[in-house]
């Protein structure tokens, strides 16, 4: 089972494959991998990433645990599955990056202080609550996060845009106040609580 | 052969296709019969149809026409309408030549009818240096095929040319049949879905060979000495058991396979010290005595982990070990790895690669290796080091771009494969040539040498086949994959080049038929490839010769040997039919019935030679008849004009190319020689492998005649020309036509 704790990889040995293939979202498909590099060739985001999906790939069969989970990497996909589309091996790459951003997080390796896990939490909290998402608290979440003047200042430059939306009745005030729920709030709770559980029995156990 | 009939020429003037519009075909008749002095002469309006060609074929029948002179199109179009085994032909190139080539409109008339009138002269002055071609008489009828090697390729091409009904002569240096493919436990799969090693099927291919009415196998048996041609080969069988044995075949497949990268040149990577790396060939052993069991390494522990090594001592740059990539390996060590994940999933097995290079349908034996989770890692190993009871192994990591190490139990290092292909025939001559001077060493060296010697030919220029590159019996790799350079004999399997079984088999097919081609020339009289049914044969006049053995060494197929008196022996069924010997031969003492030192010469000088106040020159295309000359016809097919002062003379090779006629042709007013030959070198593509190469050199050596002579060197020029140079060649010409006016004319011109 899945534990923050390091399990002893050695090096370009099958250990941590063997860890990925049994515990990540499409982790099955990284044997597959040719090393061609065409994923990081048509990645938009690939200079802005540390290691493309091709490293990343190579790094699990290097046995390079701690690296590749605690790596922002797959946090930067963006899903524009240009690279699914490309890869010669027809890996699902996209589903393999979410599937390891994902691990990490159960593991608690996730790197701290970044904005697409953060906003990912914010967005999974926030709808959690209702069943629905609550755009006022979503759009203050992004707008203060960086702090209170930051916040005032990306208001101040959004406010056209803001008004628009409330003339048009588009955007209400008063769903800062708690906001409506959805209609069967029960039924998703039970979703949710159902998808943590099959979440926890790990992969193997699906 | 003795002319039974006498001469009588006739030629034939077609005004079809445009000729006549363009040209006056009533001045090239007349032009025929006053300067050719042709017996008849005939006009036709479309001398291909049904009704012209009857009407030439009545001259023959009736008319007791010998010699047949076609002022028509290209020698290389309408060839069936105009074949008359029973006639000597010249073709006069007035449609590719000359229609088509020279520019349009009435400006150029005059120079057009000149260059038809020209080429007319020359088809009438070539027609009466030739004579019909009967065949070699040296007609040898052996259709026995001589296998040398009972591997895969070995039992493929006898088994091929037996069932083509051919008699078949197996030799095999071992007590077994089997060669390598005896030594697998499986092999790479050959059949969909391209997803398992396969069994060799070796046993079956060997039973059905034993069991071949036409096929006699000899085990433990080498060949020490073979002599002759195609057709009639001598070969001396030595056995390890009885006497030695003699057999007269007609051509010969060597299929003498490979040996192994010797392991022990690899120490940095632990080859021959470490106990626990092996070669790809030392873990077919393990395999074997697993019999698809758990894998055990030498000291009987099971292996847990295994990593391969690609390229060991191959693709080297460092001149320490073989270039060249041997193209199996990356499969190969797919497939042993498989061996190991077949038997139980949990081991490990790592690939550690540059270029994974798998040919023929490996993506699909790679993709499958992938699935059944095999390691693959692009990087190079720089060490193995003893480590625990197995080995580490050190290397850069490409993708990640950092030094790196993994341990195993087990190491393979895939080495490449080195070809049996037998004396190198370079230091062959260097040897015998200071053995020849007295040096004893060098005749102990020359002993050894003897010893490697796969054929023992007894020719005069060496006894193996020649290597091409690396140690290999290949030829032509780029236009005929399986000629090599002695008639008669083909070079099948990883003798060739590297190779697997797959590429084997189809290889050793492939030289099957090759041989069983070259036997049923010889029977016939016919030269074999290229020129493949040609029945002319080289014919040399010895009471004329110098024995200055220039024939003999440049031969490019060793088909001259020498007698004892230093004279040169044709060997006709040997013989490619190029003319380098007659090209050579400063005496000009070699011909051919239908191309002779006589039979260019004369065209050279029946032209019209304008006068030097003319502004006319005159320039001599002397172009290969295999590339460049039907790059010119192309180019007249598409129209792509050049300049009408040159005259072309088609030529069987450049080697061909005797000095006299540049010499002749200078004297004769010419304003310059244009040679035009085909690639040379180590990618050459020369149809005769040496002959553009022995042209250049020969070539080099004419600008000290030039001096003599008191001509600008610029007046003999050579270039390699390819069949695809339809555009570049008419800009060729027409540069060096610019090159010549700008010279100047010829000072020879008033001499002549």
Known sequence: ?206 | MAETKTMKTAAYICSGCGIGDKLDTKQLAKVAQREGKMALVREHAFLCSEEGVQQIRQDIAGEDVTHVMIGACSRRTKTEAFHFPEAAVARANLREGVLWIVADGDAHDEVRQEMADDYVRMGCAELKKLKLPVGNPARAESRRILVVGGGVSGLTAALEAAEAGYDVVLVERGAHLGGWAARLWRRTPSREPYAEPQETGLAELIARVNAHAQISVRLGSTVTETSGAPGRFQVRIARESGPAVEETVGAIVQASGFATYDLARLPEFGGGSHPHVVDQAGLEALALAAQGGPIKRADGQPVRSVVFIQCAGQRDTSGKHLPYCSGHCCSTSIKQAMYFKNADADVDALILYTDLRVPGMGEDFYRSAQHKGVTFTKGQASAVEASGSGARVRFRDFILDQDAAVDADLVVLATGQVANAGVDLDTWTQTVTEAESGSEPAKARRDELQKISVLNLNYRQGPDLPQLKHGFADSHFICFPYETRRTGIYAAGPTRRPMDIAQSVEDATGAALKAIQAVENAARGAAAHPRSGDLSYPIVRLEGCTQCKRCTVECPFGAIDEDERRFPVFNESRCRRCGTCMGACPVRVISFENYSVDSVGAQIKAVDMPDEFSEKPRILLLACENDAYPALDMAGLQRRSHSAFVRVIPVRCLGSVNTIWITDALNGGWDGVMMLGCKKGDDYQCHFVKGSEMAYYRMSKVGDTLTQLGLETERVVSHEVAITDVERLPRLIDDYVAQIVAIGMSPMKSFA
Request: proline share 5%; net charge positive; with cysteine.
């Open chain 1, 1 to 206: 089972m899945s534990s923050g704790t390091a399990t002893p990889a050695r090096p370009y040995q099958a250990d941590f494959l063997r860890e990925v293939e049994r515990e990540v979202e499409g982790g099955e498909w990284v044997r597959m991998c040719m090393q061609c590099g065409v994923c990081a060739g048509s990645c938009p985001f690939g200079p802005h990433w540390e290691h493309s999906p091709q490293k990343i790939f190579m790094m699990i069969r290097a046995g390079q645990r701690e690296q590749v989970l605690t790596s922002e990497s797959m946090w930067m996909c963006t899903s524009c599955y240009n690279c699914v589309v490309r890869c010669p091996r027809e890996l699902p790459i996209t589903t393999i990056m979410h599937g390891l951003a994902s691990y990490s997080q159960r593991l608690g390796l996730a790197p701290k202080m970044q904005p697409t896990r953060d906003f990912s939490l914010a967005f999974y909290d926030n709808f959690k609550r209702t069943g629905r998402v609550n755009e006022m608290k979503i759009t203050l979440w992004v707008y203060f996060k960086d702090g209170f003047v930051a916040g005032l200042k990306k208001a101040w430059a959004m406010r056209h845009v803001g008004f628009g939306l409330l003339k048009a009745g588009r955007l209400n005030p008063l769903e800062i106040l708690g906001g409506h729920r959805c209609k069967d709030s029960k039924g998703i709770e039970a979703m949710l609580a159902k998808v943590q559980q099959i979440e926890q029995r790990g992969k193997a156990g699906r």
